[in-house]
């Protein structure tokens, strides 16, 4: 499979824990990108990767998550001391070309959280 | 700061009637616009993208059009299909090197056998 995957699917997990979900993205794109969609609600942007470089942060990326990208391959999005509101889909996306398509964000499956 | 609008927020329809799903933007000094479409508790899977400079895209049944200077985009489906039953996101992302896509809520559609 060829495309962008996440992991785990699902996370249940109580406040105050710490999370770590895990994306790899389409292998032959530098750029690697987190959202988070909440119930009812389009994605939002939460930060972003050129290779392993974390290059823009949303103000929505509390002192709790922290992303990275060690060697500009996979990325670890984590949540310390989650709380309630952490409760989300957590997606990735890559971004490049894939066959005749336009550089353009392909996404995972997600990753859903859910703070008891 | 861009804010996207989609309109209407959910929408349910009989099998075969063609329908036009519309997206607004606020800032007109887009890069590019991208239609796509998410099943329950799944990812994303993009439909169309409209570069800032076309005026139109075309997949099969579904057709987009962008209006960059008034801020609009629609996503036309030709004979729908209850296997188009969906939500319908908009995103645009912006020029000067910020590539964060910006959504909208979405379109949730119901196409009725």
């Known amino acids: 499979d060829t495309g962008v995957s996440q992991d785990p699917r699902h996370k249940i997990t109580k406040r105050g824990q710490n999370v770590t979900f895990r994306c790899d993205p389409i292998s032959e794109h530098n750029r690697l990108y987190w959202y988070r969609q909440t119930l009812g609600q389009g994605p939002e942007f939460l930060t972003y990767?050129?290779?392993?470089?974390?290059?823009?942060k949303s103000r929505l990326l509390s002192d709790r998550f922290s992303a990275e990208r060690p060697k500009g391959s996979f990325s670890t999005l984590e949540i310390q001391r989650t709380e309630q509101g952490d409760s989300a889909m957590y997606l990735c996306a890559s971004f490049g070309r894939v066959g005749s398509s336009y550089n353009e964000q392909f996404f995972g499956p997600g990753t859903r959280l859910t703070v008891l | 700061k861009q804010e996207v609008t989609q309109i209407p927020a959910a929408l349910s329809v009989p099998e075969g009637e063609n329908l036009v799903l519309n997206c607004s933007f606020t800032d007109s000094a887009i890069y590019n616009l991208q239609w796509f479409r998410q099943d329950p508790g799944k990812g994303l899977t993009s439909l169309l993208l409209i570069q800032s400079s076309q005026r139109e895209q075309t997949s099969g049944r579904l057709n987009a059009s962008l209006d960059k200077s008034s801020g609009r985009s629609t996503l036309y489906i030709a004979a729908s299909q209850p296997g188009d039953s969906a939500t319908y996101l908009c995103?645009?992302?912006?020029?000067?090197?910020?590539?964060?896509?910006?959504f909208g809520k979405g379109t949730h559609l119901i196409i009725q056998p």
């Open positions: 990767f050129q290779n392993e470089a974390q290059l823009e």
């Open positions: 995103a645009v992302r912006e020029g000067g090197g910020a590539d964060g896509l910006t």
